[in-house]
Nanobody, 121 residues
């Protein structure tokens, strides 16, 4: 599966952004998709993930209550709704996919290009 992330940009602290991850292929409903981010000088962080049908989700502690992941298998797209953004959310955000086997934890196999999110204070 090939992935393309979009939706990044510049937003003020407290604002919202919605990222999209569009996938190719006809078996998207069998894939889990994860969102990762990497800030300059920091390790990559596993932010959120969603299972094949969308019923199984994971949200990391640093974004819990602010970020929501959702999946539309009809559109081959996964979304990351980011609310109450903070300057520390500034990073390049990546989506990645793997065959779903009821486990959302990394590693993931297929990666999209990143999209930059910048949150100004």
């Amino acid at each position: 599966v090939q992935l393309q992330a979009s939706g990044g940009g510049l937003v003020q602290a407290g604002g919202s952004l919605s990222l999209s991850c569009r996938a190719s292929g006809r078996t998207f409903s069998r894939y889990a998709v994860g969102w990762f981010r990497q800030a300059p000088g920091k390790e990559r962080e596993f932010v959120a993930a969603i299972g094949g049908s969308g019923g199984d989700t994971y949200t990391g502690d640093s974004v819990k209550g602010r970020f929501t992941v959702s999946k539309d298998n009809n559109k081959n797209t996964v979304y990351l709704q980011m609310n109450s953004l903070k300057p520390e959310d500034t990073a390049v955000y990546y989506c990645a996919a793997k065959w779903y086997s009821w486990n959302l934890s990394p590693p993931y196999d297929s990666w999209g290009q990143g999209t930059l999110v910048t949150v100004s204070s």
